[in-house]
């Protein structure tokens, strides 16, 4: 009996956007029986290549042969073929290649995985965000993650360090609490907090990976050495540590080269849901942390320079190193002044981006122990370009804040159209192990049970509705996801209208002419019959004019005055309702002045006609007559005010066309309006 087996590979990109268009190819790999003929190719058999010639595929030796090619590993043959293939035509050609009695009867059907795409980051303004400063949170894909969230200002980031220059102009509202007490006065606490929380689209200095998140700081007594680095004794290390701890923040960052913490301290630390965050050390020779570095929840991080090469940094790189994270070359908050930025290196500012990565996470699902923590920013994490020189020595590769954030982040998935009176079910991916409970809005579930998965019944009106999902975290229900919901067909639109002769969209209409109207908004691929229009006169004609014209219909207008145009489209649940878009028409008729040369090529003369005026009983001299020159997208390009003079526009800058003249005498509320046309 045939056997299906299913592999995946992944396509790894280190943009945010999504690349359309793709084709991926249909493979399957088959396994070449025991053959006599040692030296046998499948790729060279006569009967094979009149197969893939039939079957329009290709057929390739799996594993390439070298000097670790076993004749296990050389026994596999995959075969390839358009994406496009029926099922029929697959089901063929698999068939026909085991008919050969060539392969064993398993067949290992590949198919595509994809990593996470982001197609709107974030736009931010922060000047060293903008320019090239901005390299480690775009390597991190800082953008895409906070299209997802931009955090919780009550998901607090611990710093256990030196000083902290809260008055900085990055640190605006960023501090939750500052404890310890001032001892040496080094910044080193500034710039670890600025890396995880400055403040972000500010418009000032440098942006944070935490964004909203705010910082719990706790000096550490320290001073400053010979070198001018700040020192501190380990237990003043542990202390700050500790006191974070019970102060119950969920993170705690220690960008130093000790914790004073032994393993079962560190242990406790996480199993009370705490995550800790450590720098691994500025020389390839440090091992700190190896003491507490295996317990689930504890994240040891070394660096990357901006070109995602460890190996220039000279940084720790050894086997107590989780993950690494941009660490060369980081603008930073400074501490000498409220607007001071510096550039630093080190596993100190590498650390922060993983802190600030992890509120986001816990932002978005506040449930997250430690331990998950660690195993998703591992599962998550992108290849080093270098890492191949350093075997086991730099974790699980490079921080990716966006992948680690989406990789949490709760989703409903479900039908996103639903016609009324009908029932859908939708899930919760991505689910705590908590009582998920749901509401609706137009849709009502069908049990107030708790589960991951509820069926809806939608409400027998049409419109926009949702449902969410909650769970309780410490007490307090909290939504987790959304998903919009349309009941019933959704309402398309109608574009603006498009004149025929310069096939651009304008803002006036004039009677006696054409335009195009687009339907938007509405599923490709539609039959005419499917979209309906219809036109409505205005007074006293007050008719209907139904028309079935598809896509774009053509629509010649004969009356002036208020008229409607109304589309409305077939789709899953009948008809949607009419998308309405209201029309002014503009009549052009002779007003009381006399425009020429008409055709004009450089000078138009505009005089006020006499006879018109005395049959309206208006004197010339009483009046301003207000002159104005619109092209057809409604552009004024001409304007002049007369009480009875001549009055000249030049359009020999103009393009051939047809244009208006709108006359205001101050007597009709609206004006008398021409048709000119310049010709050149």
């Not at 060293?128 to 390299?135: A, E, I, L, Q």
């Not at 991190?140 to 809260?166: E, H, K, M, Y």
């Not at 996480?270 to 994240?299: D, K, M, R, W």
């Not at 991080?301 to 720790?316: E, Q």
Request: charged share 15%; net charge neutral; with cysteine.
């Amino acid at each position: 009996m045939k056997k299906y087996y299913f592999f995946f590979f992944l396509i790894i990109l280190f943009s945010c956007h999504h690349g359309y268009g793709q084709e991926y190819n249909y493979s399957v790999k088959l396994k070449l029986k025991p053959q006599t003929d040692k030296s046998y190719l499948a790729t060279e058999d006569a009967q094979m290549k009149s197969l893939t010639s039939k079957h329009g595929v290709t057929i390739r030796q799996t594993m390439p042969s070298g000097p670790r090619s076993t004749p296990e590993l050389l026994s596999y043959y995959t075969l390839t073929g358009p994406s496009s293939m029926s099922k029929e035509s697959k089901e063929s050609f698999i068939k026909d290649f085991l008919a050969t009695g060539k392969f064993e009867d398993e067949v290992f059907e590949y198919g595509i995985s994809h990593t996470n795409y982001c197609t709107n980051p974030v736009s931010v303004n922060d000047p060293d965000f903008k320019n090239s400063h901005g390299w480690a949170l775009k390597m991190i894909q800082a953008p895409c993650a906070w299209s997802i969230t931009t955090g919780n200002q009550n998901v607090l980031i611990g710093i256990a360090d030196t000083d902290f220059r809260t008055t900085h102009e990055d640190f605006q509202n960023k501090f939750a609490s500052v404890n310890g007490v001032v001892s040496g006065g080094h910044h080193h606490g500034t710039m670890v907090s600025s890396v995880a929380a400055a403040a972000t689209n500010n418009g000032n200095g440098i942006a944070g990976i935490g964004y909203n998140s705010r910082i719990a700081a706790h000096r550490i007594n320290h001073w400053i050495n010979a070198n001018g680095d700040a020192s501190a004794n380990g237990t003043d290390i542990e202390a700050a540590i500790l006191n974070l701890f019970q102060m119950g923040v969920p993170i705690i960052n220690v960008s130093w080269s000790m914790t004073g913490l032994t393993i079962q301290q560190a242990e406790q630390i996480t199993q009370g849901g705490t995550t800790l965050v450590l720098a691994g050390g500025n020389n390839n020779l440090s091992a700190y942390h190896s003491l507490i570095a295996t317990v689930p929840g504890v994240i040891v991080v070394s660096s990357v320079n901006s070109n995602n090469m460890h190996g220039p940094t000279g940084h720790a790189r050894n086997q107590w190193i989780d993950i690494c994270a941009p660490g060369w070359g980081i603008r930073v908050a400074g501490g000498n002044s409220n607007s001071h930025y510096v550039t630093e290196n080190g596993t100190s500012v590498a650390a922060p981006f993983v802190s600030g990565t992890i509120a986001l996470m816990l932002s978005v699902a506040p449930w997250l122990t430690p331990a998950e923590i660690e195993n998703t920013l591992k599962s998550t994490a992108n290849p080093i370009a270098d890492a191949s020189s350093f075997p086991g020595q730099l974790g699980a590769g490079r921080l990716n804040t966006y992948e680690a954030v989406y990789s949490v982040t709760p989703r409903i998935t479900g039908p996103d159209v639903v016609c009324p009176g009908s029932t859908a079910t939708y899930t919760l991916n991505n689910a705590p192990n908590l009582p998920v409970t749901w509401t609706g809005s137009k849709m009502t579930p069908q049990n107030n049970t708790p589960e991951t998965s509820k069926t809806f019944t939608a409400s027998l009106l049409s419109g926009n509705g949702w449902v969410k999902a909650w769970v309780t975290v410490n007490g307090m229900q909290v939504e987790i996801a959304n998903k919009t919901i349309q009941v019933g067909t959704p309402t398309g639109s109608i574009s603006a209208p498009y004149d025929l002769t310069c096939n651009c969209q304008v803002s006036q209409i004039y009677v006696n002419s054409s335009y195009k109207f687009y339907a938007e908004n509405i599923p490709a691929g539609l039959s005419p019959n499917d979209i309906e229009w219809e036109l409505i006169l205005p007074p006293p004609y007050n008719s209907r004019i139904p028309m079935y014209a598809g896509y774009s219909p053509t629509i010649s207008f004969d009356n002036s005055g208020s008229h409607t145009l109304r589309m409305r489209w077939r789709g899953p649940c009948g008809f949607s309702s009419y998308a309405v878009k209201p029309l002014d028409l503009i009549n052009i008729y002779p007003s009381m002045v006399v425009a020429y040369p008409n055709p004009a090529s450089d000078i138009l003369n505009i005089e006020i006609d006499s006879e018109a005026l005395k049959q309206s009983n208006i004197n010339a001299k009483d009046v301003t007559f207000d002159i104005r020159l619109y092209n057809r997208l409604g552009n004024l390009l001409r304007q002049a005010n007369t009480q009875g003079n001549t009055v000249q526009f030049n359009v020999l800058n103009l393009p051939d066309g047809i244009y208006y003249l709108h006359i205001y005498d101050e007597v009709n509320s609206m004006p008398k309006i021409q048709q000119i046309i310049v010709k050149h």
